[in-house]
């Protein structure tokens, strides 16, 4: 009974190597987000370019600002799936020694869930106040009721970032400085 105890206990230890599947499938995931934005920041900037030059009759006034704030959105995400993975990675499989070797403050330095969970979720957040600023681009107000609407957003968003500020400050270990 010894022997298969000590069996299945070193199975149920390797089997934390299964969560390099998800490590891989968010890294892959990051990195086609990352080509993704770079790929619509370079239209941007290509139709723009030809806008000024004359080449395009396509007002850039029109898409210019949507378009990037979509782009650094697809960055946010491709930021919270590296995160992930390499949390993942941290917990499950082993410490970076790259990171441990520096002694760097960085995203990647989690040591449990919860931290993970906090880093996601702060990113995440980011990435709805800037979906919620690109849909506010594209606002067009009918009466001064949707201008004051606007306005109750945009302080409960801020109040959402001054809270949620505040509780980080309250963690953060003594020794540590903020950025």
């Known amino acids: ?4 105890e000590a ?5 149920l230890w390797n ?7 998800a490590v891989i499938a968010s890294l892959l995931g990051s990195v086609v987000l990352l080509v993704v934005g770079t790929v619509d920041v370079v239209s941007v900037a290509y139709r723009a370019v030809s806008f000024y030059l004359g080449r395009s ?5 029109e ?6 704030v979509i782009a650094i959105d697809i960055y946010l995400v491709a930021v ?9 990675y941290r917990l499950f499989i082993s410490p970076i020694d790259e990171l441990d070797e520096s002694g760097a403050e960085h995203p990647f330095n989690i040591q449990t869930f919860d931290e993970l969970k906090d880093k996601i979720v702060r990113v995440v957040i980011l990435a709805v106040i800037i979906e919620f600023f690109r849909a ?6 009918s009466t001064p009721l949707d201008a004051i609407y606007l306005a109750l957003s945009v302080l409960a968003l801020a109040a959402a970032l001054f809270l949620m500020s505040m509780s980080y400050h309250k963690v953060l270990p003594k020794n540590r400085k903020d950025d």
């Not at 089997?15 to 599947?21: D, G, M, N, P, W």
């Not at 919270?80 to 993942?88: D, E, K, R, S």
């Not at 506010?136 to 107000?141: G, H, N, Q, W």
């Open 63 to 68: 898409f210019i600002v949507t378009d990037i």
């Open 1 to 4: 009974m010894k022997k298969f």
């Open 136 to 141: 506010v681009v594209d606002i067009r107000f």
């Open 7 to 11: 069996v299945f206990e070193r199975f």
């Open 15 to 21: 089997s934390r190597f299964l969560v390099l599947i």
């Open 57 to 61: 009759e396509q007002n850039i006034h």
């Open 80 to 88: 919270v799936l590296l995160i992930f993975g390499a949390g993942l």
